[in-house]
């Protein structure tokens, strides 16, 4: 039997979002219900509301969750009613031409549920990286669900389903930062923050923090960054130089996602440096760089899904790493909201006011 619960949706292109009844159906093979214990408020969702996602509104928001499986359709054995989960966007299909040849973490044909959720009126539900979890409960495939340690907090483990682990992942696996590497961050919200402590999990002897709020300057300092550079008052690109003996940093993550901050991204890194774009550029956006400077600076231009993340193996371990207190999960918990201040919170991410906003159920 299908049941209604509470969701947050994003009915039209920069309309305030509403807080309305969902039908969730019954799980169907391979997929299940989870009850949703905390979500956190990420830029992407933002995005979906603007409409730099796509146009495939009424859509359900909330994608960085962890919850407590339900019920499990047909054929499911990994997870079961009970298991502490953190939902997963990219659940691997292990068929495809990436996954075939071992490298899951691009799996080309991530699965999603197959059955939708809807509206009372029966209008289907657009989940918002297939997950849709700013809800009582929400219907996933069950590969989405990644158990991890119950000891965890909720609102501290959920943010692994999304931008954290995007953030860390765009340093320690796209990056592939190492040991002595210099990185500089541009864009220190939830995303690049993390991206500054997986480079002080990964052993880089200096972090520097771009940004335009010194608020997040600060946040960034208590996550690992060595140095920080506010970006309304000094040239990023000048600045990391000069951080860098003139050179530019190894690594230099763009966790904003915009023209003008990639193109401080490639200026900004030493000759053969890696650039890891993981901000989120829309459709409209465009990028002009001489070619001679492309080929001439060497390197690597890479973007990072997900933070090229394996959600069976990132999760559990950076959980542990959280519980072991080794890496500070609740520093990125400005605060914990209701379902319905959904919308509010997206105004204090704008403003600036917070690393992440964390719907708690
Ligand atoms: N690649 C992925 O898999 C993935 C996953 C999650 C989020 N994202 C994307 O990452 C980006 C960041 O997400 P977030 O949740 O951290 O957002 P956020 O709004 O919390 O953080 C963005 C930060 O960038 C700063 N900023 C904006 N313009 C800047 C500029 N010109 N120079 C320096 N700093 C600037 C802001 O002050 C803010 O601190 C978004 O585009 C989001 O969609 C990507
Ligand atoms: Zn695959
Ligand atoms: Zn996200």
């Avoid at 830029?43 to 409409?51: C, K, N």
């Avoid at 590969?143 to 954290?164: E, F, H, M, Y």
């Avoid at 193996?313 to 605060?335: I, K, S």
Wanted: charge should be negative; aromatic fraction near 6%.
């Amino acid at each position: 039997m299908s049941q209604q619960v509470r969701g947050v949706i994003s009915r039209a292109k920069g309309a305030p979002v509403e807080l309305t009844t969902i039908v969730i159906p019954d799980p169907g093979p391979g997929e299940a219900v989870v009850d949703i214990q905390a979500c956190g408020v990420c830029h992407t969702d933002l995005h979906y509301r603007e409409g730099g996602i796509n146009d495939e509104y009424p859509f359900l928001l909330g994608h960085e969750a962890a919850g407590v499986v339900e019920s499990v359709g047909e054929g499911v054995t990994h997870v079961r009613p009970g298991d502490y989960v953190v939902l997963n966007w990219r659940a691997v299909c292990g068929e495809c031409r990436a996954c075939k040849r071992g490298r899951l973490q691009y799996c080309f044909d991530t699965h999603n549920a197959e059955q939708k959720m809807t509206l009372e009126d029966g209008t289907e539900l657009e989940p918002a990286l297939g997950i849709g979890a700013f809800a009582d409960k929400t219907l996933v495939a069950a590969g989405q669900c990644t158990k991890v340690d119950p000891s965890a907090s909720p609102a501290a483990a959920g943010l692994l389903g999304c931008g954290i682990m995007a953030g860390i992942g765009a340093a320690i696996n796209t990056g592939e930062v190492g040991r002595g590497d210099s990185v500089a961050v541009i864009g220190c919200g939830g995303v690049g923050s993390a991206a500054v402590a997986g480079s002080r999990l990964a052993g880089a002897d200096r972090i520097i923090a771009v940004d335009l709020e010194d608020r997040k300057l600060d946040w960034a300092r208590g996550f690992g960054a060595t140095h920080t550079v506010n970006a309304r008052e000094n040239d990023p690109v000048e600045a990391i130089r000069e951080l860098t003996g003139g050179f530019g940093a190894d690594v230099v993550i763009d966790a904003v996602g915009v023209p003008q901050t990639y193109e401080q991204a490639f200026y900004a890194r030493d000759l053969a440096g890696t650039v890891v774009l993981v901000g989120v550029p829309t459709p409209d956006m465009r990028i002009e760089l001489p070619l001679l400077d492309v080929f001439g600076r060497g390197g690597a231009l890479k973007s990072s899904w997900y933070g090229d993340c394996l959600p069976s193996r990132d999760f559990p371990m950076l959980v542990d790493l959280y519980t072991q207190g080794r890496l500070d999960l609740d520093g990125f918990v400005t605060e914990e909201i209701g379902l319905g201040d959904v919308e509010d919170a997206f105004a204090r991410m704008e403003r600036g006011d917070v690393l992440r906003s964390v719907v708690r159920l």
